[in-house]
């Protein structure tokens, strides 16, 4: 029983092993996407197979050293949660970067520009007295024009 | 108290060159208690405060604008280290901007220490200042704070090659060329350790300067409790 089950293992190690090179591969784009389409398929595949012929998966796992079918199918369930897993929190995190961009951006172009906050402050502002105020305190006009026109 | 009596006595002083081409960028997420009197605090030292709301849901961003801060705003809550990112960004458009101070919205710390690290970056060859508790005295720290915090050292000084003596403090005086050239992808609290190595990557000349952190209670309740240094060190780790 004990060196039946070495054959699981391995192909359980290899399985998982083979999740963590997927990860460390540089590469997003078309490769990537066809891979885990292929692997998609595969499953799919798989689970039909399953399905017709419930003996097989029986067959199977006494193959590989696994007691009961339904035990290898839960070992495969594992392995495919745990890739799924990884793969969603990538994509959240990518997905997390691309907002951050996009949020800054639109800060920063909503922000009145630092070049002229003199004149941009006091439209922003609810209440545009006490920042002409500020704008007094803070910083000595040099523009003329600029100052014709906040005074 | 103490804090009120020196921003008195720098009001009178007249604002020197160098400090209004400083810019003190301020990340501020619901700090709306103290945020008016930190600004105020700040802008009598350096006119030119920018304060990056990180999409806090109090009166925050008001609060800071009636106190004379220009007010940047995300439109939805990213972390400390995407609103230090927006501030230097924001500020790098003023033209006649030289110096850019990272600062924290909830008073901890000293404006006068920023106005001494700006006037370091001014008068030597240096790029970074960045501010330390741990060269002088003055800052008094719980023993489980600073065991944690020497960890974070010496960690920080294995994966970057810095030999600084505090980790994780928010009060940094950047030159232009440093405030453009750190990439902060960490949007959470481990940007402090990413600027580090920022500095290191991109071969800054950095300094260390004496800085004086006041724990009130307001910042000890709201503050970085032991548990998120767990946080963050899985921050750096799961890419």
Redesign the interface.
């Given at each position: 029983m004990d060196a039946g089950q070495t054959v699981i293992k391995g192909i359980l190690i290899v399985v998982l092993a083979a999740f963590a090179v997927f990860l460390m591969l540089p590469g997003r784009g078309q490769r990537h996407v066809a891979i885990r389409r292929l692997v998609m398929v595969v499953l799919l595949i798989l689970v039909v197979l399953a399905v017709i012929f419930p003996s097989a998966v029986t067959a199977v796992a006494h193959a590989v050293g696994v007691g009961r079918g339904t035990d290898l199918l839960l070992y495969g369930l594992i392995v495919v949660f745990a890739g799924n897993s990884i793969l969603m929190q990538r994509r959240h995190?990518t997905t997390?970067?691309e907002?951050?961009i996009l949020?800054?951006q639109?800060?920063?172009l909503?922000?009145?520009?630092?070049?002229d906050?003199e004149v941009a402050?006091p439209a922003?502002?609810?209440?545009p007295e006490?920042?002409a105020e500020?704008v007094h305190?803070?910083?000595p006009v040099d523009n003329e024009a600029r100052r014709n026109g906040v005074f | 108290m103490e804090q009120q009596f020196r921003n008195e006595s720098t009001r009178r002083r007249p604002i020197s060159a160098v400090e209004s081409m400083t810019w003190l960028v301020i990340p501020l997420f619901n700090e709306a208690p103290v945020i008016r009197g930190v600004v105020e605090g700040a802008r009598s030292v350096f006119p030119k405060v920018v304060c990056v709301d990180d999409g806090s849901s109090d009166a925050s961003a008001a609060e800071a604008r009636a106190a004379g801060a220009v007010v940047v705003q995300h439109p939805i809550n990213l972390g400390q280290g995407a609103s230090l990112r927006t501030g230097l960004d924001w500020a790098l458009g003023d033209p006649e901007a030289e110096f850019f101070v990272t600062f924290d919205a909830d008073g901890q710390h000293d404006v006068g220490d920023a106005r001494k690290m700006v006037e370091l970056l001014a008068s030597q060859p240096l790029d970074v200042v960045i501010g330390s508790r741990f060269l002088d005295a003055r800052t008094k720290v719980s023993p489980i704070k600073k065991a944690v915090l020497k960890t974070a050292v010496a960690f920080q000084r294995r994966s970057t090659g810095l030999h600084l003596t505090d980790a994780h403090n928010g009060l940094r005086a950047f030159n232009r060329r440093a405030a453009s050239s750190i990439a902060i992808t960490q949007n959470r609290m481990a940007h402090a350790s990413e600027i580090v190595s920022e500095i290191s990557r991109n071969q800054l000349r950095w300094a260390e300067a004496p800085v004086h952190v006041v724990y009130t209670a307001y910042s000890r309740a709201k503050g970085q409790s032991v548990w998120n240094s767990v946080n963050i060190l899985s921050d750096l780790f799961v890419k």
């Open positions: 995190r997390e970067r907002i951050t949020a800054r639109l800060a920063i909503q922000a009145p520009s630092p070049a906050r402050d922003a502002a609810a209440e006490e920042h500020d305190l803070g910083e | -």
